[in-house]
């Protein structure tokens, strides 16, 4: 397995966590720390909104996010403000308003909101030469469960309503059993986080969880005492990475401005630096068809859950 530091972002969406419950989870919406942290005029007009889903703790994700967003901020020359939602939907809906000029979302939310036509594409990361992922079904490592059905009166964690990987792919798996979800596992419960999941795992608290595989390698390489209880059941599929997008109303000259600072960053020092931080080669153009496996397991799932 491959560890992959930002889909730790985008995947972490680009892609961590920590917290327990949906009632604990700690949500921080830096745009409304924005004057104490950055000290900004309230009355510019030249701002920049960004949105990130959730997929890892507030903290982790301003770190990984950090310098990327200030890379970005000084090469268009304004201030850039964070929106961090609890929900991937909460992301969909900010890009539905145009009230973002882009975001890092997953790719099950890309093929939820791209049905609707509000987003397009603006780039996506290249990490290891590659632009795929794979969702992993993770328990316990001394435990008796090997394999999906297993799960079988078993707690499991879902990550969120939207996630490819952490909702999509169990869901297929339930639909291949023919099961309904409600009579299979003994509980459910919505992490919000990869990592939260991966940590409830490895400290006995759900038996089981279908997570980001990136993130699980970031874990396994950089913090292995996080999983050291845990063993990987199965791999799914290659699904297409999570994209950076943009809201469909954002002008051609922001969205070509954007996008040509993301492809360029591997080309010069400091980029080149941010990148190697995050592990990604560099920013890529690509387009829906990246996705089509994500698509296909939508409509797969949609179906099943009809009949």
Do not use: W
């Amino acid at each position: 397995m491959q560890l992959n530091r930002l889909v730790v972002l985008i995947g972490l969406t680009f892609v961590l966590s920590c917290t327990n419950s949906n009632n604990e989870r700690v949500v921080v919406d830096f745009d409304k720390a924005r004057d104490s942290d950055q000290n900004i005029d309230n009355n510019t007009k030249k701002e920049v909104y960004i949105a990130i889903a959730s997929m890892t703790s507030p903290k982790e994700t301003f770190i990984y996010y950090g310098d990327l967003i200030k890379y970005i901020s000084q090469k268009v020359g304004h201030p850039i403000f964070i929106k961090q939602k609890k929900t991937y939907e909460e992301v969909n809906m900010l890009l539905e308003d145009s009230e973002v000029d882009f975001a890092f979302i997953c790719s099950g939310a890309f093929v939820d909101e791209y049905k609707k036509r509000k987003i397009k594409i603006l780039v996506a990361p290249k990490i290891n030469n590659d632009t795929h992922y794979h969702a992993y079904l993770i328990a316990g490592k001394d435990g008796q469960i090997n394999s999906f059905k297993d799960f079988e009166n078993k707690s499991f964690a879902f990550t969120d309503p939207l996630s490819n990987t952490g909702r999509l792919y169990p869901e297929k798996k339930l639909a291949e059993l023919g099961r309904d979800e409600n009579e299979f596992f003994l509980k459910t419960v919505y992490t919000y986080g990869h990592d939260i999941s991966i940590q409830m795992v490895n400290r006995g608290i759900i038996d089981g969880a279908s997570v980001h595989g990136l993130i699980f390698d970031y874990l396994s390489e950089h913090q292995p005492e996080k999983v050291k209880n845990i063993k990987i059941i199965e791999e799914s599929e290659k699904f297409g990475i999570p994209p950076v997008v943009t809201p469909s109303s954002l002008s051609k000259q922001k969205f070509n401005e954007y996008r040509q600072i993301f492809l360029n960053m591997h080309n010069d020092s400091s980029g080149r630096e941010i990148l190697n931080k995050l592990n990604i080669d560099k920013f890529v153009v690509v387009n829906n068809k990246l996705y089509k496996s994500v698509f296909q397991l939508k409509k797969f799932t949609d179906n099943a859950n009809k009949k």
